[in-house]
C-alpha cells in the first residue's frame, strides 16, 4: 500500500529519504496521530496531527533522515527556539515550535518537529484567484505581515531566513473555514492504540532511538476515510476516497458559511478585482481571511555574524548577490519579499528565468532583472565569484540581447492592468526592495514605514529602533558557505 506518497515522489521514500507515514500512525510514544497530509518539501513531510495530551491539533514535520536534511531540521529547532524565546507573547508573525523528538523508521532516522498549526500557504492563496493575483489591500496586509515577521528575525535575533517564497508563508488559517480542523476541536481520528507496536522516538538530542513497529491497519483505514472526507489535503491521489466511500461518510462537524452582507455591497468590484464572475462560498471566505501569515521553513535560517550551511533562496526569489556569488546579508531576504509581493499583486512570478541549464538560467535571470530595473551598477556586476564569466569589463551581460521597454511600471499598467496611481505607488514601494546594491534596500523596519502599506494593519509595532539601518548588518561573502548544490 502506497503510504503519504504524493507529490513528492515515490523515488524520495528510500534510505535516507521520507518516512512514509498512513494516517492514524502514532508518534512520540504515542502522543501524535496523524490525521491527514498537509504539505511537503524538499526537506520533509508535513502532517495534520493530534496532540492527545494537550487535546489540540499540530503539524508535524518529518524530515528525510539524510544527514544534510537532519542538520537542516536540526537548524530549524535551534532558530524555532530562539524564537520563541525572544517572542513568549507570540506576535512576532513567526512560526511556533511546540515539541521535537526523532523518529526511527524503515529509511532511517527522522527529525520530527511538532509545529503550531497554521493554514494554507500563500501559494494556495494564490492558485484561489486563479493565477490573477490577490486584490492589493490583501497584498499589502499580508506584505506588513511578512516583513514584521523579517523586522523580528533581522532586527532583533540577528538571523536571515534565506528562503523566501510564497510555499514558506503560512495563513493562520485555511482559506475555507470548512477544511480547518481548528473549527473542529475534537480529533477526527480516534487516538486509540491498542494491539500497535512500540512507536520509536527520542527526543532530537538522538539518544534512546528505538525500531518502529508497524501501524494498524483498522485505524490507519479509518482515519483516511474520515480525514479525505473532510477535505483536508487531499491532494495525494492514493489518498482519495472512491465515490462509494464517500457516499457513506455524513458531515456533521461544519456547517456552511453564508454571504455576508458587507461582502455583498462590494460584490461587483470584488469579481472585478479578483477576476471571479459570479458570487460563491469560495468568495464568501474571502471577506473574513485572515492575512496575519507567519513566516514557516526556517531550516535555512542563518544565524549572524557567522554560521551558514548550504547555498540560499530558491531560484526565482534569489538575489543579485546570491546568483553573482558575492557577499550576501538580511537584504538578502528583502529581494525575496519583493518577488513575493510583485507575485501576489498579478499572479506572476518576478523573475521566472527558463534556460536549458544552471549557467544559462542565471544568465537569463540577471537579464530579466536588469530589463525591468535598469542598469546593474558595475560594481555589483562584477563585484562577484562568477561575475568575470558573466559580465564584460564594461558591466554588459554577456550571451544576453536585452529586451527595451520592459520595465516595471509597463508590466504593471499595460500586462497587468493596474490603474495609474496603483502600478505608480506598488512601484514606489518594490523598487527599493529590489534594489541592485545590498546596502541600498531598505531594512524589513524601513519598508514597513513604506507609505504603500498604509492602507494595511497597523495591529502590530516593529520590534526594532527607527535608528537601525541595513548598513550595520553583517556581510557574508558567498565563499564561506558551504555549498552543496544549488538550491532550486
Ligand atoms: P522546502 O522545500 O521549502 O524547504 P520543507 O520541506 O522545509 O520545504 P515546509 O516548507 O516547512 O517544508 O512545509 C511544507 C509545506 O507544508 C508548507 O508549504 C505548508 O503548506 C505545509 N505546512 C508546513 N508547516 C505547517 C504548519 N505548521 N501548519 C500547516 N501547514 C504547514
Ligand atoms: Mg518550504
Not at 518502529?212 to 483505514?221: A, F, I, V
Not at 474520515?226 to 491532494?235: L, M, R, S, Y
Not at 501569515?293 to 526569489?317: E, S, V
Not at 513575493?340 to 534556460?355: D, Q, S, V, W
Amino acid at each position: 500500500m502506497a503510504r503519504g506518497k504524493g507529490e513528492e515522489g515515490s523515488v524520495n521514500y528510500g534510505q535516507g529519504g521520507y518516512h512514509p507515514v498512513d494516517i492514524g500512525d502514532l508518534f512520540n510514544n504515542e502522543r501524535y496521530v496523524v490525521q491527514s497530509k498537509l504539505g511537503w518539501g524538499t526537506y520533509s513531510t508535513v502532517w495534520l496531527a493530534w496532540d492527545t495530551q494537550l487535546n489540540k491539533y499540530v503539524a508535524l514535520k518529518i524530515s528525510r533522515s539524510k544527514d544534510n536534511f537532519t542538520e537542516t531540521a536540526l537548524n530549524e529547532i535551534r532558530t524555532l527556539k530562539v524564537v520563541a524565546q525572544a517572542d513568549p507573547e507570540d506576535k512576532e508573525c513567526i512560526i511556533k515550535l511546540l515539541d521535537d523528538f526523532i523518529h526511527t523508521g524503515p529509511n532511517g532516522n527522522h527529525v520530527c518537529l511538532v509545529l503550531e498549526l497554521l493554514g494554507d500557504n500563500l501559494r494556495t492563496l494564490l492558485k484561489h484567484y486563479s493565477g490573477k493575483g490577490i486584490p492589493l489591500h490583501m497584498v499589502k496586509e499580508i506584505c506588513f505581515h511578512i516583513l514584521r515577521g523579517l523586522d523580528f528575525l533581522h532586527g532583533k535575533l540577528s538571523i536571515l531566513h534565506t528562503d523566501l517564497k510564497p510555499e514558506n508563508i503560512l495563513l493562520p488559517s485555511t482559506i475555507d473555514p470548512e477544511k480547518d480542523p481548528k473549527n473542529l476541536g475534537v480529533p477526527l481520528i480516534p487516538s486509540s492504540n491498542k494491539g500497535k507496536s512500540p512507536i520509536a522516538t527520542s527526543s532530537s538530542s538522538g539518544s534512546n532511538i528505538c525500531k518502529t513497529g508497524n501501524q494498524q491497519m483498522g485505524l490507519k483505514h479509518k482515519g483516511k476515510l474520515v480525514a479525505q472526507d473532510c477535505g483536508i489535503a487531499a491532494k495525494d491521489k492514493e489518498e482519495k476516497l472512491g465515490v462509494e466511500a464517500r457516499a457513506v461518510q455524513t458531515r456533521t462537524w461544519s456547517s456552511k458559511t453564508s454571504l455576508s452582507g458587507a461582502w455583498e455591497g462590494n460584490l461587483a468590484q470584488k469579481i472585478r478585482e479578483v477576476g471571479i464572475n459570479s458570487p460563491s462560498e469560495k468568495q464568501s471566505s474571502m471577506a473574513s481571511l485572515d492575512l496575519k501569515c507567519k513566516i514557516a521553513d526556517m531550516g535555512n535560517a542563518l544565524h549572524l555574524p557567522i554560521n551558514l550551511m548550504g547555498p540560499i533562496q530558491t531560484f526565482r526569489y534569489k538575489c543579485p548577490e546570491t546568483l553573482l556569488g558575492s557577499p550576501f546579508s538580511t537584504p538578502a531576504d528583502i529581494w525575496s519579499v519583493g518577488c513575493i509581493a510583485f507575485e501576489l499583486a498579478t499572479g506572476h512570478f518576478l523573475f521566472n528565468p527558463r534556460a536549458e541549464n544552471d549557467q544559462e538560467r542565471v544568465v537569463n535571470h540577471l537579464g530579466l532583472m536588469i530589463e525591468l530595473l535598469g542598469a546593474m551598477p558595475i560594481g555589483v556586476a562584477r563585484g562577484g565569484k562568477v561575475s568575470r564569466d558573466l559580465f564584460d569589463k564594461k558591466g554588459n551581460l554577456e550571451g544576453y540581447i536585452l529586451k527595451s521597454g520592459n520595465t516595471l511600471i509597463n508590466l504593471l499598467r499595460d500586462k497587468f492592468g493596474f490603474a495609474k496611481k496603483d502600478a505608480d505607488d506598488f512601484r514606489d514601494f518594490l523598487v527599493p526592495l529590489l534594489h541592485f546594491v545590498p546596502k541600498k534596500r531598505p531594512t524589513a523596519m524601513q519598508a514597513l514605514l513604506h507609505p504603500w502599506l498604509d492602507a494595511g494593519p497597523r495591529l502590530l509595532q516593529p520590534s526594532s529602533s527607527a535608528a537601525q539601518t541595513q548598513q550595520s548588518d553583517e556581510v557574508i561573502p558567498v565563499d564561506k558557505t558551504t555549498v552543496e548544490s544549488e538550491r532550486i
